[in-house]
């Protein structure tokens, strides 16, 4: 099994910063793709950022250019750095990892129990 612990949620000001962080630990083999969703009131959950073992990240068009992703395999340990934050970018935020477990090599994806990121004055 894999735990996923989720933090940095909070309340910001618009055009504020924050960073999120998700670790993983248990039976961890490799991380293949690290990425964080959001899902705001009323809508579907949707893509924010996604990153390959080899570094290719892809991002929304809605944050190109405000938020960055990085991960610390040493850590097994995704982040996303947001920046100039606007009220549309509250949602509950969720990472996942794609994992390969350490007791059986199948891959397997798993969900961080998600962060609330509000963008109020």
């Known amino acids: 099994q894999v735990q996923l612990v989720e933090s940095g949620g909070g309340l910001v000001q618009p055009g504020g910063s924050r960073r999120l962080s998700c670790a993983a630990s248990g039976s961890i083999f490799s991380i293949n793709t690290m990425g964080w969703y959001r899902q705001a009131p009323g809508k579907q959950r949707e893509l924010v950022a996604t990153i390959t073992s080899g570094g290719s990240v892809n991002q929304a068009d809605s944050v190109k250019g405000r938020f960055s992703i990085s991960r610390d395999n040493a850590k097994n340990t995704v982040y996303l750095q947001m920046n100039s934050l606007k009220p549309e970018d509250t949602a509950v935020y969720y990472c996942?990892?794609?994992?390969?477990?350490?007791?059986?090599?199948?891959?397997?994806?798993?969900w961080g129990q998600g962060t609330q990121v509000t963008v109020s004055s």
């Open positions: 996942y990892l794609n994992v390969r477990d350490s007791t059986n090599y199948y891959d397997n994806t798993y």
